[in-house]
């Protein structure tokens, strides 16, 4: 059994492994970094705007409820 010979495939054996692992760091980092980025920020935050209509549906709705509430109360 020639000594420097099994050497020789071992160092071989070793670089091989050594740039798959290369690899696969570089993937997992690829990846890791790729999922800590924070999500999109959406343009509009918050409530929906409402328009001229909706507003006096829900004035009127409001007027209509708060009137019952008064003559619920008095009674």
Do not use: C, T
């Amino acid at each position: 059994m020639d000594l420097s010979k099994v050497i020789k495939e071992l160092r071989s054996q070793k670089e091989r492994i050594e740039q798959a692992i290369a690899a696969l760091e570089e993937i997992r980092g690829a990846h890791v970094e790729r999922r800590q980025q924070p999500a999109p920020v959406k343009d509009r935050r918050g409530r929906k705007s409402m328009g001229a209509e909706e507003r006096k549906q829900v004035a009127a709705r409001m007027k209509k409820y708060w009137a019952n509430r008064r003559n619920k109360a008095k009674s």
